[in-house]
């Protein structure tokens, strides 16, 4: 589990420091319940930070695994919001060609 530090520590276990969130997000990681409870009762704590789960992409892999991926069977609209997408990201220039490409098919 990873909880938001509140409150500057060290922690007796690890004998590792946190510092507080107002220095920047600082994250407790631990999987026993009890210290979790414990640090938290002390004020050292604050809630569990939700866990970011990333959909999967079309863009995701390399460049021949994507290069498969998109087709000309996409809208050129699905195709536009990929590229846009690929530049602003990982701007890799096969992948940008490539879907540049199935939009000058259309």
Avoid: W
């Amino acid at each position: 589990m990873k909880i938001e530090v509140t409150k500057r520590f060290i922690d007796k276990d690890t004998k590792l420091f946190y510092t507080d969130s107002k220095e920047g997000r600082c994250v407790y990681e631990s999987d026993d319940e009890n210290r979790i409870a414990y640090l938290r009762s002390k004020g050292y704590l604050g809630e569990e930070i939700a866990k970011v789960t990333k959909e999967p992409s079309v863009l995701d892999g390399n460049v021949s695994e994507v290069q498969s991926k998109i087709t000309d069977d996409l809208s050129t609209g699905k195709l536009n919001e990929l590229l846009e997408s690929e530049r602003n990201n990982a701007n890799r220039k096969g992948v940008i060609q490539h879907i540049e490409s199935l939009l000058q098919e259309d």
